[in-house]
């Protein structure tokens, strides 16, 4: 054989960075192009004095950052952090037992179809679904014309708090019982069974087993329900009126709004982002080491 017919071999970590930039090349550039360079241009704009010239802005650079802490939006950011909160809270009040039925008590055959009829609200609009609660909600709508038919008073919801809890809880719940699920029907049950054997009764099994086994399915769960509901736009807008101005929609006045001051609505922006991005952080830190069972 002649050396001409020799042909040279990559090194092996050379042929491993080959394959991971093949892999993994066209999703690192999707990620580039549509999540950093625009993050990066919000975070441009949110120092920009103006955006075109004539524009009426109120200053710019670092005050738009310090304007966030200003009375009026601070209630914006505080209402907002309530709405994500509270309806963390009721999906997993509500999630967590069905979710647990689901995995553990329900027919192994029947799962799949019910996890499927479960979400199958998610296969239509969000906003579609706004509005059949804006129907069902409103003072002639189906509640109302149902509580009055039995005789009892009817409520004024719309337009209110709840409604906002309401809708968005329906939003958000199916996440939840999914991730919760997948949590759930991975459960020890000799754990279980150990721990009735040694006495335990079922509320101190469920706070000593249960719970530490599910606690990283807990924390994914409420951290997307609560991420998402921070950015909820729809429902604070459509069933809360207009006394519920969350942070989003204070984002979508200065963009498109009458304000139109996208120097501040990019410093909103941006400081969403990195609250978001924290959160995400000490999840992936400290979720499994607060997993471990006492």
Do not use: H
């Amino acid at each position: 054989m002649s050396n001409a017919d020799l042909k040279p071999i990559a090194p092996p970590a050379a042929r491993r960075w080959l394959g991971m930039t093949i892999l993994l090349g066209p999703a690192g550039l999707w990620l580039v192009l549509l999540l950093v360079l625009p993050t990066l241009v919000i975070f441009e704009l949110s120092l920009v004095p103006g955006i075109r010239p004539g524009d009426v802005v109120n200053p710019s650079g670092l005050g738009n950052y310090w304007r966030v802490f200003d009375g009026i939006n601070l209630r914006v950011v505080g209402r907002s952090l309530l709405f994500a909160s509270g309806t963390t809270l009721l999906c997993l009040l509500m999630g967590f037992p069905v979710a647990y039925w689901l995995a553990q008590m329900a027919p192994r055959r029947w799962r799949n179809l019910l996890l499927l009829g479960f979400i199958l609200p998610l296969w239509t609009s969000s906003l579609l679904r706004t509005y059949a609660w804006i129907t069902i909600l409103r003072p002639t709508g189906i509640l109302n014309t149902l509580l009055t038919t039995l005789g009892l008073p009817a409520l004024d919801l719309l337009n209110r708090t709840p409604a906002v809890f309401i809708g968005m809880a329906y939003s958000y719940l199916p996440y939840m019982v999914l991730i919760l699920y997948a949590s759930l029907e991975k459960l020890d049950r000799e754990l279980l069974e150990a721990a009735a054997d040694l006495g335990a009764n079922p509320l101190e099994t469920f706070g000593r087993v249960t719970i530490p086994q599910t606690l990283p399915g807990i924390a994914a769960g409420s951290l997307l329900v609560f991420i998402s509901g921070l950015g909820d736009f729809v429902d604070p807008e459509l069933l809360g009126g207009a006394s519920s101005m969350t942070l989003s929609r204070l984002i979508y006045n200065q963009f498109l709004g009458a304000s139109r001051n996208w120097g501040f609505g990019s410093a909103l922006s941006i400081v969403l982002i990195f609250a978001v991005s924290g959160a995400i952080a000490l999840l992936i830190k400290y979720g499994d080491r607060d997993a471990r069972p006492s």
